[in-house]
């Protein structure tokens, strides 16, 4: 009696096992059965179920971090990379500078290095190419400059400032631009060395841009202000500070395709649109709503992370730190969209002759947004850590990200209406 009974739940077990093979197979044949039965291994199937139970929540922690959509990962860095940029000249090289006190010059088609810039004293923050795409700065963070010749590979002037907050090429001759800690801006003619500094109340020089007439820099400083220089005479043309300036320290600069107008974004949750020929706040736009509103502390508010304008559109893009990235109308400065991320936005970039507007953020994704609808076209993922920096192609094929986990990613976008 008890080994019928025994043989009647082993029945029953196999019968709902056989079920389930049904669904899945064509009609197996009783000589089919008996031969999958004496292969099936009963203690492993018990334990089968627990297996997947544990894998549930390691798939819920990990299916984000195995996703890559990328087509290229550079992993050369040892640290964190804090920057990237593309040669201007054919879109075919990188640079990027990292943690590991280091920049490198590399083809996005193979990630081949064709440079290293090595001898930097501290985390490599700023790297980029000059106008022609034939010289390469790096910059670390104690203040120490070095620019190379991409072609002979050798460098070719160095120079040490202070604490370094930012550098920018000027857009069509061998001139750079750092801004410190300590305030000052200085430009340089490489390879000679020519120097002229902009000094202004000791007050970090937190961002600068130079307009694309090249005769004229904004920047941007920790006390709230923004002044216009003359780069030729190494005056202040237009000063924008008290109740018309910011009330926080700038952190993001952007002209529009003429250079008349100017978006500053600061730590006070506002960004400012300025006339730069008349040096006037024409708009200041914030998000209501954001951590920022009401809050008497400068680290809570919902600071503007990014700026930018829509070179086919009257609109505007800013991207604040509690992940809301907004879309302005220019002309009627009235808010058009308001696109969600679930993290903080790093940085944003518009396409150059479409009204897609670009965006990295602190989950590691690359998104890019229809600015006209608002609605998100693309998602990008494979980074396990936040994006720090992002940069794309002229023809907007091409995106190059970089991470905190130690790595460059080249992702090719694809898009159904292009």
Request: charged share 25%.
């Amino acid at each position: 009696m008890d080994n019928s009974e025994e043989s009647a739940i082993e029945l029953h077990g196999d019968e709902e096992i056989i079920e389930v093979i049904d669904l899945n197979d064509t009609e197996p044949g009783p000589d089919d059965l008996a031969d999958d039965l004496e292969d099936v291994d009963f203690d492993d199937a018990g334990n089968a179920g627990d297996d997947n139970d544990g894998w549930e929540t390691e798939d819920e922690m990990e299916a984000e971090a195995e996703q890559d959509d990328s087509d290229l990962t550079f992993s050369k860095h040892t640290g964190s990379v804090f920057c990237v940029s593309l040669d201007p000249a054919t879109n075919n090289l990188a640079v990027s500078g990292g943690e590991d006190d280091k920049a490198y010059v590399w083809r996005v088609s193979d990630g081949e290095v064709l440079l290293e810039c090595a001898g930097h004293k501290d985390s490599v923050t700023c790297a980029m190419f000059s106008h022609d795409s034939s010289l390469v700065a790096s910059g670390d963070m104690s203040g120490l400059i070095k620019v190379w010749k991409v072609e002979t590979k050798e460098e070719i002037w160095s120079f040490e400032v202070g604490d370094l907050e930012w550098l920018e090429w000027h857009p069509c001759a061998p001139v750079l631009l750092a801004g410190t800690n300590d305030g000052n801006v200085w430009m340089w003619k490489i390879p000679g060395g020519d120097c002229k500094t902009f000094q202004s109340p000791a007050c970090q020089a937190t961002s600068g841009k130079i307009l694309p007439d090249g005769k004229r820099a904004v920047v941007g400083y920790e006390d709230g202000t923004v002044r216009v220089w003359d780069l030729k005479q190494g005056n202040a043309i237009h000063v924008i500070k008290g109740q018309d300036g910011h009330q926080g320290a700038l952190t993001c600069l952007a002209c529009n395709k003429d250079g008349s107008l100017m978006l500053t974004g600061s730590v006070d949750g506002c960004a400012k649109l300025i006339n730069i020929t008349a040096g006037k706040v024409v708009g200041t736009f914030s998000v209501e709503g954001g951590k920022g509103k009401g809050s008497k502390d400068e680290e809570e508010s919902n600071s503007v992370e990014s700026v930018g304008f829509c070179n086919i559109l009257p609109l505007i893009a800013v991207a604040y730190l509690d992940g809301t990235l907004a879309i302005y109308d220019l002309s009627t400065q009235a808010l058009r969209h308001r696109c969600r991320h679930e993290a903080g936005i790093v940085h944003l970039q518009w396409e150059q002759s479409s009204s897609v507007v670009s965006t990295c953020s602190l989950d590691g994704a690359l998104r890019l947004w229809d600015a006209r609808s608002g609605n998100m076209v693309a998602e990008y993922k494979g980074h396990t850590a936040e994006i720090l920096d992002f940069t794309m192609n002229r023809e907007a094929t091409l995106a190059v990200t970089a991470s905190g986990d130690n790595q460059v990613k080249v992702f090719c976008l694809q898009r159904p209406d292009r």
